[in-house]
C-alpha cells in the first residue's frame, strides 16, 4: 500500500485545539488524546506517516519528550506503527476495527453515528423476501443495474414526488455512498475538484479524497438556507469537476432547502454544465412536512443526478441505495460498475422492493419516534447543557449544536475515555473547521441519552474550569 507523509503544517491544522490548558493531565496525554480521536475519526487517514519527532515539537511549540511520550503511547496503544527508516505510520489497533463498527462494546455509548436500528417491519419484509426468493433461483442473479421490480418501485416513488421517472433511469448501488464513489470513478479523475455543502457529510469529504480529488466547500449560511450566489461564484472561481450537495434535512445540520434555492441552484448548476449530485439520503425523515420536490425536478437527469438510499429510511443493515440520472448516464455507470462488484444482493432487493412498494406505514411510524426523540433530545439539553445552542431541526436524525467555544476536539477526544463517541465539528469540514460545533444525533432512545448527557457534563464542566486558549474566554 502506499504510504502518505503528512506535513506538519496539515496536521497542526486538522489537530485544531487539542491542547486544554488543566495542568492535570499531562500534556503528553492530551496530545495523544487529539492524534488518537483523528485515527479514529479517519481525519487523519490510516498508513499515513506523521512528521519526524524533532519537526512535531517544533511546529507545536513542545520539546522533544513531550512528543516521543506522546508517541510512545500510541504506540502502546496500537494506533501507531514504528517502521525502521520510515518513522510513525498511523494504523488500528488489531482489535479497533473501526469506530463505527457494528456493534458498539460494553456500555460504550455511540453519539458518533446517526442510526437507528432495525423496526420488525424489516424482519417482517425479510421473511416475505425469502419466499419471494424462490423464483429467481432460477436466474443467475447476476444484474449490474438492480432488480427491475426494486427500480420500478424506486420510480414510483420518484413519481409521487413529482419527479416523472422510468425503470431505466434507475440503477441499484449497495448504499448512497457506493453511488457516489461511482459516481467519482465516471465523472472525475486525480486531482479535480468537487464542490461541497460547508459542513457535510463526512463520508461523503472522505470518498472524495479516496478518488484523489479535492472537496471545495461553500459555507452554508450561519442559521439557515444555502447560499447560492456563493455556489455560483464557487463555481465560476474553481471549474469544479461535479458538485455534491444534501437538500433534505442536511447532514450535520439538519436544514431544507427552499423551494426556491432549488431552483436557483439546479438553474446555476445547468448554466455552467456541471453535474450535481443531490444525496437525498434524509429525504424520508420529514417531521411536519414534506420537503419540497427533488432538486432534479429543475433540470435534466444527467446533469442533475440523485442518489437515494434505504439506510436512513429502513435500515443501515441492508446496504443498499440507488442513483437516479438518465438512461445514458446509467448505462456508463453499469460499464464502470462492472470492475467493482457486479450488482446487489438480490434478497436485500427484494426486501428494499417490498419496504419501498408499503413505504408510507413504516416511515410515519419513524417519523413519529425521531420527532418525540428530538424534543426529548432538546429538553435533555436544555437542562444538562444550557449554555449549548441548537436549532430543532424539521428532519433528520441529529443536532448541529453551537458550543460556548472551540472546544469540540477537546471534548470528544476526553469523551472517548469514558466510553462516549462524540462526532466532534471538524469530522465535517474542511482543514480542520468547526471547532465549535458538535453533531448530536438523537437516536440513542432517551434513557440512554440522558446516561450519555450526565456521563459528558462532568468532563464538560472539567473543559469549563478552563481558559479555552483559542477564544480566550470562559467555555
Ligand atoms: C447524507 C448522507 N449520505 C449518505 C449516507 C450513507 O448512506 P448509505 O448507508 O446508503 O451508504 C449518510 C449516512 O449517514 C448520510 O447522512
Known sequence: MTQRQLRSASLLKILGQWHHPDTRIPVYRQLAEGL?????????????????????????????TTVANALNQLREEGYLQSRQGSGSVTRLPD?????????VPGDTLDL??????????????????????????????????GLPRLRTAIARHYCQRGLATTPDQIMVVNGAVSGLALLLRLFTGPGDRVLVDHPTYPMALDAIRGASCRPVGVSLPA????DCDGFAATLAQTSPRLAYLIPDFHNPTGRCMSLAERQSIAAIAQRSHTPLVVDETMAELWYDAPPPPPLACFGDAENIIS????????WGGLRLGWIRTSPGVIARLVQQRNTLDLGSPLLEQLTAAILIEEEEAILQEKRHQLQV????CLALIQSYFPHWQTTPPPGGLSLWVTLPSPAATRFAASAENIGIHLGPGPRFGIDGAFERFLRLPFTLETARMEMALMRLLPVWQQLALVRSPASNMMI
Not at 499515513?48 to 511549540?61: F, I, M, Q, T, Y
Not at 423496526?119 to 442473479?141: C, F, M, N, V, W
Not at 442559521?223 to 444555502?226: A, D, F, S, T
Open 223 to 226: 442559521n439557515e438556507g444555502w
Open 112 to 145: 458518533a453515528t446517526a442510526a437507528l436500528p432495525a423496526s420488525p417491519a424489516i424482519h417482517q419484509a425479510y421473511q416475505r423476501a425469502i419466499t419471494g426468493l424462490t423464483e429467481h433461483l432460477g436466474s443467475t442473479g447476476y444484474d449490474s443495474q
Open 36 to 64: 488518537r480521536l483523528l485515527i479514529l475519526d479517519g481525519r487523519l487517514p490510516l498508513n499515513n506517516r506523521l512528521p519526524g519527532e524533532r519537526e512535531l515539537a517544533d511546529s507545536l511549540a513542545l520539546s522533544r
Open 95 to 103: 482489535t479497533q476495527v473501526t469506530q463505527q463498527a457494528y456493534t
Open 307 to 314: 442518489l437515494g438510499s434505504c439506510g436512513k429510511s429502513f
Open 373 to 376: 426523540q428530538r424534543d426529548q
